[in-house]
């Protein structure tokens, strides 16, 4: 597929905002693992070529096993996934397939049983934010395959 529009050169505006929400989710305690593996997750629901290949390197680089990875699909039948990521993991799916019946009370529960209200506000904020970018990319067909994770030390330092 062609490419149809970069957003980097066409509107730096509109980039500018995304990339203040991912500055923001940085600075927001948030384990950066485990904000990849969500956004790896919203990727896969959503079909993004793009987003798929940026947090799968990301989250290699940043030490997760092909394991994990694999299984992320099918996270319920695996036992690769603690309790506070299967929390982010629902809590992520129910976001992003809102018109599957908006999010269910149990799915908070659990996310707010493992999440403070600014954590799940944050991790919220994040799964926003991944939808925005798989939208963007989608739409625009974004060429998947460039992007180079940064180094393992900058990911540790980062979490």
């Given at each position: ?53 940026m ?14 990875l ?72 974004t ?17």
């Open positions: 597929m062609e490419p149809r529009i970069n957003i980097t050169t066409v509107n730096p505006g509109a980039l500018k905002a995304m990339l203040g929400l991912e500055s923001y989710l940085r600075q927001s305690g948030l384990d950066t693992k485990l904000l990849d593996l969500v956004k790896l997750r919203v990727s896969q629901i959503n079909g993004c070529a793009y987003c798929l290949d947090h799968w390197k990301d989250l290699r680089a940043a030490g997760e096993t092909e394991q994990r694999y299984g992320l699909n099918a996270w319920r039948e695996s036992p690769y996934y603690n309790e506070r990521e299967r929390a982010a993991l629902a809590w992520a799916e129910a976001v992003t397939l809102v018109a599957d019946g908006h999010v269910p009370d149990d799915v908070f529960e659990k996310a707010h049983r493992h999440f403070n209200d600014d954590e799940l506000a944050s991790l919220t904020l994040g799964i926003v934010a991944i939808n925005g970018w798989n939208r963007l990319s989608i739409a625009f067909r060429t998947p395959g460039t992007h180079q994770p940064a180094a393992k030390e900058e990911h540790r330092a980062a979490a």
